[in-house]
């Protein structure tokens, strides 16, 4: 079973980001800006040894491969941003592409949702719109972008096929056709098709193994909010609230104060465990923590007390339960370096190499 790490590209300077944000802007800004919601809080938080690397080094790439590697991830899942042949923040798959010291297998996940002003609230304003061309056309264009990356020694195939993601599929006008497309294009170049999952929790719900893909990922923490999501849906709220008085004060608390919502950590994790999959095809995931307040404020989600001890006991625990129950080749982390999510492995001023250290031993 290989653990897969999902990769954010946002750490380097672009025009676009310049424009809309700010001179200078990367997900550091976000980061180092970040304030405590309540007592209690640990906000911001600092890479160990201050390190807000710029990924346009190239040997920040090189060090992060190597140290994934050391502490047993099998590779990283990078995001990328295609529309229409507009590309944002490519630089760093590039980059890694054209140096083979970056010596980490990896996959690619396509991004593929509009961006919008979400960052301060203002989601109704787009900033780059993702419109699907149903032109095959453009559909080659995009698999001919991809196709150095799938060749490449270091990519991962499943059964002789490029690993694939599309984050939210169900939103790609005419998917079934497009994917289809691409699996024909791969055969022509050599390969046996191409291996595709889907990642967001509402692809489940669109029930996205119906457009034809391989398998589906319980991308976490929010697989787990959406089977919560589900269970007050299911009932109604005001008979859930009476059901659950903990929600019910939870919720009116954070209205009363002007909270983030908060989730215990042990409950998440508990219903992890707890779960069979919903469907064939569908590989597990974890999270060693989640906090967005740096990107959201008082309107994050905050998976309120992790700990690197914590995250040891329950990863050990999913991993065995992917391979006993889930009988899975796979297993996504969320994440590498999602630092303005509170989700990453790597090292911070707080729990220093802690959550790496829990990932090897629960490995």
Same mark, same amino acid.
């Given at each position: 079973?290989?653990?897969?790490?999902?990769?954010?590209?946002?750490?380097?300077?672009?025009?676009?980001?310049?424009?809309?944000?700010?001179?200078?802007?990367?997900?550091?800004?976000?980061?180092?800006?970040?304030?405590?919601?309540?007592?209690?809080?640990?906000?911001?938080?600092?890479?160990?040894?201050?390190?807000?690397?710029?990924?346009?080094?190239?040997?920040?790439?090189?060090?992060?491969?190597?140290?994934?590697?050391?502490?047993?991830?099998?590779?990283?899942?990078?995001?990328?941003?295609?529309?229409?042949?507009?590309?944002?923040?490519?630089?760093?798959?590039?980059?890694?592409?054209?140096?083979?010291?970056?010596? *980490?297998?990896?996959? &690619?996940c396509w991004a593929n949702e509009t961006?919008? =002003?979400?960052?301060?609230?203002?989601?109704?304003?787009?900033?780059?719109?993702?419109?699907?061309?149903?032109?095959r056309e453009a559909w080659k264009a995009h698999f001919e972008y991809l196709l150095p990356f799938f060749k490449d020694s270091r990519y991962i195939l499943h059964d002789g096929k490029p690993m694939m993601l599309i984050y939210k599929p169900h939103l790609i006008t005419n998917c079934r056709e497009m994917i289809g497309y691409w699996r024909e294009l791969a055969i022509d170049a050599g390969f046996k098709g191409i291996y595709f999952g889907y990642q967001h929790p509402s692809a489940f719900d669109a029930d996205c193994s119906e457009l034809g893909f391989d398998f589906g990922i319980e991308f976490e923490p929010f697989y787990t909010v959406r089977e919560i999501h589900s269970e007050i849906s299911s009932c109604g709220k005001?008979?859930?609230? &009476?059901?659950?008085?903990?929600?019910?004060?939870?919720?009116?608390? =954070?209205?009363?104060?002007?909270?983030?919502? *908060?989730?215990?950590?042990?409950? *998440?994790?508990?219903? &992890?465990?707890?779960?069979?999959?919903?469907?064939?095809?569908? *590989?597990?995931?974890?999270f060693p923590a989640w906090d967005n307040t740096p990107r959201r404020g008082n309107k994050s989600n905050v998976f309120y007390q992790a700990t690197p001890e914590k995250f040891k006991r329950y990863f050990a625990k999913r991993v065995q339960r992917a391979k006993d129950i889930y009988n899975a080749p796979y297993l996504f982390i969320n994440a590498w370096n999602e630092w303005a999510e509170g989700a990453h492995l790597e090292p911070d001023t707080v729990n220093g190499y802690g959550y790496l250290e829990a990932f090897k031993r629960g490995l």
């Open positions: 079973m290989k653990t897969i790490a999902f990769y954010l590209p946002q750490f380097h300077t672009i025009p676009e980001n310049d424009a809309w944000w700010g001179e200078g802007f990367t997900e550091w800004v976000n980061v180092k800006n970040a304030k405590p919601q309540f007592k209690g809080h640990s906000q911001p938080e600092v890479p160990l040894g201050n390190n807000y690397y710029n990924l346009l080094n190239p040997d920040v790439q090189v060090k992060q491969a190597q140290l994934a590697q050391e502490y047993g991830v099998g590779g990283f899942c990078y995001y990328h941003y295609w529309f229409e042949g507009k590309l944002l923040l490519e630089k760093p798959m590039e980059n890694m592409l054209s140096n083979n010291s970056v010596d *980490i297998p990896f996959c &690619i961006w919008a =002003r979400t960052w301060d609230g203002q989601e109704k304003q787009v900033l780059m719109k993702q419109n699907y061309n149903e032109d005001p008979l859930y609230a &009476i059901r659950n008085p903990k929600w019910f004060w939870t919720k009116l608390k =954070r209205k009363l104060l002007n909270l983030p919502v *908060i989730y215990d950590y042990d409950d *998440i994790w508990t219903r &992890i465990l707890n779960r069979t999959p919903e469907k064939d095809g569908v *590989i597990p995931g974890a």
